[in-house]
Every structure is written in structure tokens, then in C-alpha cells.
Nanobody, 125 residues
Framework: QVQLVESGGGLVQAGGSLRLSCAAS????????MGWFRQAPGKDREFVAG????????SYADSVKGRFTISRDNAKRTVYLQMNSLKPEDPAVYYC??????????????????WGQGTQVTVSS
């Protein structure tokens, strides 16, 4: 069993930055691919970024490439999402997710087995 707790959301002006953190419980964190997803009101949950178990393989949605960076610290059992140059289209609840079986991150929410409660990101224009 894995529990995920996100933090770091909040209100920021357009063009600003936020860093989200996701702290995981359980001894198998380092063997799980991790992902960040987001869901805006009235929209489906969408993939934002994913990272492999070692951190050497990272993938991003086209909408955030060059602005967001995913990273992980296996010793701290934490995955991060650094968000720069935030845009008015970025506001959503951001969720951290863990894949129970894969070492490489995938873009489909159905591939992930554990989810955090989400953290709200709001961008003011």
C-alpha cells in the first residue's frame, strides 16, 4: 500500500512559479514510476508529467514542455513538479500518482494505482 500526500499548491500570478511536492509512504517508492496529473473543472484528468524509477526517463505533456520539470528524491520518497511561467490555462487540481508495476511512466491515468488527494493551483492574470 502506498499513500501519497501533495503539497505546494496555491495562488500565483501568471508568469510566476510554484513547486509541488508529493510525499510517499511505503518502502517501495523507488521501484515505482510516478506521475503528475491535473484536472480542471468540467474537464477530464490529464497527464502532466511522469518520471521513471531512477529519474532518468521523464515525459511531459506538450502543453507544459519547457515550463514544468518533474524530479524525484528516492531517499526522501518525494516527487516534485517545478512549474515555471504559469499560464491562465494551468489552474487545476494537481494529483500525484504512483504506478504499482511499471518502472517507466505512462500518460494514461488508468496505468496508475495510487493517487494523492490533490492540491489546488490557481493562476491570476
Amino acid at each position: 500500500q502506498v499513500q501519497l500526500v501533495e503539497s505546494g499548491g496555491g495562488l500565483v500570478q501568471a508568469g510566476g512559479s510554484l513547486r509541488l511536492s508529493c510525499a510517499a509512504s511505503g518502502r517501495t517508492f523507488s521501484s515505482r514510476a510516478m506521475g503528475w496529473f491535473r484536472q480542471a473543472p468540467g474537464k477530464d484528468r490529464e497527464f502532466v508529467a511522469g518520471i521513471s524509477t531512477s529519474g532518468g526517463n521523464r515525459s511531459y505533456a506538450d502543453s507544459v514542455k519547457g515550463r514544468f520539470t518533474i524530479s524525484r528524491d528516492n531517499a526522501k520518497r518525494t516527487v516534485y513538479l517545478q512549474m515555471n511561467s504559469l499560464k491562465p490555462e494551468d489552474p487545476a487540481v494537481y494529483y500525484c500518482a504512483a504506478d504499482a508495476f511499471r518502472r517507466l511512466p505512462g500518460p494514461a491515468a488508468a496505468e496508475y494505482d495510487y493517487w494523492g488527494q490533490g492540491t489546488q493551483v490557481t493562476v491570476s492574470s
